[in-house]
């Protein structure tokens, strides 16, 4: 019993951003966000600490540790916004396709432009030094991404039914994350033959389990029937 008590004395909270309520406050949290984005640009984020987050913004560090008790929840809150921005081009309507094939280059080039134009992008989602609770969150992402991709794909094409459709695009979205990781290992971005490579694989991964042709649909805008 005295052994049980100690282990539960000893057990730590985790620690959780603190979220805003009011206004002021929400507005300095993306303020905060913003400043670690700037920093990011040319850091790397392990060299990003609270003191540099104040300094940016000349307020006092109890002022970032208010919404942040580590700094790695500064990145997660920042993985949350980016990986919102990528729900948000998903959904976007991207006008008629032949072939599936294109589809699927086409909702991802929204995607590489925004790792494209924010290295800070880069470096939270798909750096090496990201941490477990941004890689949940990428994970639990690519299952969101998923449904939108295949709901895409039932907006623009005639589809057979084809148990379990979501869970391969689920894993297509994952072998993209590898390849598009390892190319910014290489070169530190995601350039034209990274993404070249990483179409190729997105391919050919589906066409384990969708035929190499769909009927396009006459109104591809409208809601699947």
Same mark, same amino acid.
């Given at each position: /019993?005295?052994?049980?008590?100690?282990?539960?004395?000893?057990?730590?909270?985790?620690?959780?951003?603190?979220?805003? $309520?009011?206004?002021?406050?929400?507005?300095?949290? @993306?303020?905060?966000?913003?400043?670690?984005?700037?920093?990011?640009?040319?850091?790397?984020?392990?060299? #990003?600490?609270?003191?540099d987050?104040?300094?940016?913004?000349?307020?006092?560090?109890?002022?970032?540790?208010?919404?942040?008790?580590?700094?790695?929840?500064?990145? #997660?809150?920042?993985? +949350?916004?980016?990986?919102a921005?990528?729900?948000?081009?998903?959904t976007? +309507?991207?006008?008629?396709?032949?072939?599936?094939?294109?589809?699927?280059?086409?909702?991802?080039?929204? /995607?590489?432009?925004?790792?494209? $134009?924010?290295?800070?992008?880069?470096?939270?989602?798909?750096?090496?030094?990201?941490?477990s609770?941004?890689?949940?969150?990428?994970q @639990?992402?690519?299952?969101?991404?998923? *449904?939108?991709?295949?709901?895409?794909?039932?907006?623009?094409?005639?589809?057979?039914?084809?148990?379990?459709?979501?869970?391969?695009?689920?894993? /297509?979205?994952?072998?993209?994350?590898?390849?598009?990781?390892?190319?910014?290992?290489?070169?530190? +971005?995601?350039?034209?033959?990274? +993404?070249?490579?990483?179409?190729?694989? *997105?391919?050919?991964?589906?066409?384990? #389990?969708?035929?190499e042709?769909?009927?396009?649909?006459?109104d591809?805008?409208?809601?699947?029937?």
């Amino acid at each position: /019993m005295v052994i049980q008590a100690t282990t539960k004395a000893n057990e730590k909270t985790k620690p959780e951003i603190r979220r805003p $309520t009011q206004e002021r406050g929400k507005q300095r949290y @993306e303020d905060i966000l913003n400043a670690v984005e700037v920093l990011l640009q040319d850091r790397d984020p392990s060299d #990003v600490g609270i003191y540099d987050i104040s300094g940016a913004l000349g307020i006092a560090p109890q002022s970032v540790y208010h919404f942040f008790p580590e700094v790695s929840l500064v990145f #997660v809150a920042l993985a +949350e916004r980016y990986l919102a921005s990528f729900r948000a081009v998903e959904t976007a +309507e991207l006008g008629y396709f032949e072939s599936w094939q294109d589809l699927l280059k086409a909702q991802h080039a929204g /995607m590489l432009s925004v790792f494209g $134009t924010n290295p800070a992008v880069r470096k939270v989602l798909l750096g090496v030094g990201y941490s477990s609770e941004i890689r949940r969150l990428d994970q @639990e992402n690519n299952r969101i991404l998923a *449904r939108h991709l295949l709901e895409g794909f039932r907006r623009h094409f005639i589809q057979p039914e084809l148990p379990d459709l979501h869970e391969r695009f689920v894993e /297509m979205a994952a072998i993209n994350d590898a390849i598009w990781s390892l190319y910014l290992l290489r070169g530190g +971005e995601i350039d034209s033959e990274a +993404e070249r490579i990483a179409h190729r694989a *997105r391919v050919a991964y589906l066409r384990t #389990v969708l035929p190499e042709y769909l009927t396009p649909r006459s109104d591809q805008s409208s809601e699947a029937q």
